[in-house]
Nanobody, 123 residues
Framework: QVQLVESGGGLVQAGGSLRLSCAAS????????MGWFRQAPGKERTFVAH????????DYADAVKGRFTISRDNTKNTVYLQMNSLKPEDTAVYYC????????????????WGQGTQVTVSS
């Protein structure tokens, strides 16, 4: 079992930045690939970014590429999402997720989820 707790969400103006954190506890964090997903009101949960177990491989949704950066610190059992140049369309609840095998773009393939953190970007 892996427990995930997100933090760092909030209200920010368009063009601003936020850094989300996801702290993991339970089983060995470095054994899990990690992903960030988001869900806007009335919409499906969608892929934002993922990172492999070592942190050496990352990928991003086209909508955030060049603006968001995913990273992890296996010594702190934490994954981060640095979000720059935020836009109103980035407004959503952001979730981190853990997967016991390789990275994936699909929410249904992740084994563990956090409770989410709200990000609101005002225009």
């Amino acid at each position: 079992q892996v427990q995930l707790v997100e933090s760092g969400g909030g209200l920010v103006q368009a063009g601003g930045s936020l850094r989300l954190s996801c702290a993991a506890s339970g089983r060995t964090f470095r054994n899990y690939a990690m992903g960030w997903f988001r869900q806007a009101p009335g919409k499906e949960r969608t892929f934002v970014a993922h990172i492999n177990r070592s942190g050496g491989t990352t990928d991003y949704a086209d909508a955030v590429k060049g603006r968001f950066t995913i990273s992890r610190d296996n010594t702190k059992n934490t994954v981060y999402l640095q979000m720059n140049s935020l836009k109103p369309e980035d407004t959503a609840v952001y979730y981190c997720a853990a997967r016991s095998s390789g990275t994936s773009y699909y929410a249904t393939s992740y084994n563990y989820w956090g409770q989410g953190t709200q990000v609101t970007v005002s225009s």
